[in-house]
T-cell receptor, first 114, second 112 residues
Framework: NAGVTQTPKFQVLKTGQSMTLQCAQD?????MYWYRQDPGMGLRLIYY???????DKGEVPNGYNVSRLNKREFSLRLESAAPSQTSVYFC?????????????FGPGTRLTVL | QKEVEQNSGPLSVPEGAIASLNCTYS??????FFWYRQYSGKSPELIMS????GDKEDGRFTAQLNKASQYVSLLIRDSQPSDSATYLC????????????FGTGTKLQVIP
C-alpha cells in the first residue's frame, strides 16, 4: 500500500517550458487535491477533484490545468512555466464521505523555474 | 484576518518538557480540525484530528478544542528531539466541498 505517490521528485524548467506533474493514490479515495507550498505562505490549494470526472479551481489556479484521469490519478499541468511557479507541489487525497476531510499527502515535487 | 493563524516560532523546549502549540481560526461554523507534522523537506503527515469540544489524547499527543473561543491546540508530552518539526494546524470549514484551510505552521525545536 503506497498511499499517495508523485512524480517527478525534482524538476528544473526554463521559463516558457511546459510539464505535467503526476499523482496517483491507492486508497480508493474519491477526492484529490493539488497544493503548492511556499515559505511564509503555507499550503495553498490550486485545484481539486471532489470525485472522478469533476475538477474545480482552488485558491491559486492561474497558470495551471488539471486532469482527473481516473479514480486513482490526478495530474497537474503547467503550460508555460514562470519563475513565480517555483515551489513545492503536493498532491493529496481524501474520503470526505463521512463528513470529515482528513487529507493524506504525497512526497511532493520540488520545481524550480529559471 | 487570516482564516487560520499560528505563531511561526520557533518554539524551543527542552527534551522531556511539554510543548504547547496553538492555533486560532476565523470561521465560526468550522467543523473539524487537524494537526499535521512536517519534517524539513518532507510532506505533511496527519497526526491528530478533533471534532468536538474538549480534549482528545493519542499517546504523547493531546489535541484541545474550544469552539466558543475558536481555538485549537496541540500538546506534546515528554518532548523528544525527533518531535522537532513544523506543525500545521488545518481547519475544515462549512464549504460545499468541505474545504480545508491550513495555517502556515509553528516550528518546534526540542533541545536535547
Amino acid at each position: 500500500n503506497a498511499g499517495v505517490t508523485q512524480t517527478p521528485k525534482f524538476q528544473v524548467l526554463k521559463t516558457g517550458q511546459s510539464m505535467t506533474l503526476q499523482c496517483a493514490q491507492d486508497m480508493n479515495h474519491n477526492s484529490m487535491y493539488w497544493y503548492r507550498q511556499d515559505p511564509g505562505m503555507g499550503l495553498r490549494l490550486i485545484y481539486y477533484s471532489a470525485s472522478e470526472g469533476t475538477t474545480d479551481k482552488g485558491e491559486v489556479p492561474n497558470g495551471y490545468n488539471v486532469s482527473r484521469l481516473n479514480k486513482r490519478e490526478f495530474s497537474l499541468r503547467l503550460e508555460s512555466a514562470a519563475p513565480s511557479q517555483t515551489s513545492v507541489y503536493f498532491c493529496a487525497s481524501s474520503d470526505p464521505s463521512g463528513g470529515v476531510n482528513e487529507q493524506f499527502f504525497g512526497p511532493g515535487t520540488r520545481l524550480t523555474v529559471l | 484576518q487570516k482564516e487560520v493563524e499560528q505563531n511561526s516560532g520557533p518554539l524551543s523546549v527542552p527534551e522531556g518538557a511539554i510543548a504547547s502549540l496553538n492555533c486560532t481560526y476565523s470561521d465560526r461554523v468550522s467543523q473539524s480540525f487537524f494537526w499535521y507534522r512536517q519534517y524539513s523537506g518532507k510532506s505533511p503527515e496527519l497526526i491528530m484530528s478533533i471534532y468536538s469540544n474538549g480534549d482528545k489524547e493519542d499517546g504523547r499527543f493531546t489535541a484541545q478544542l474550544n469552539k466558543a473561543s475558536q481555538y485549537v491546540s496541540l500538546l506534546i508530552r515528554d518532548s523528544q528531539p525527533s518531535d522537532s518539526a513544523t506543525y500545521l494546524c488545518a481547519v475544515q470549514g462549512s464549504g460545499g466541498y468541505q474545504k480545508v484551510t491550513f495555517g502556515t505552521g509553528t516550528k518546534l525545536q526540542v533541545i536535547p
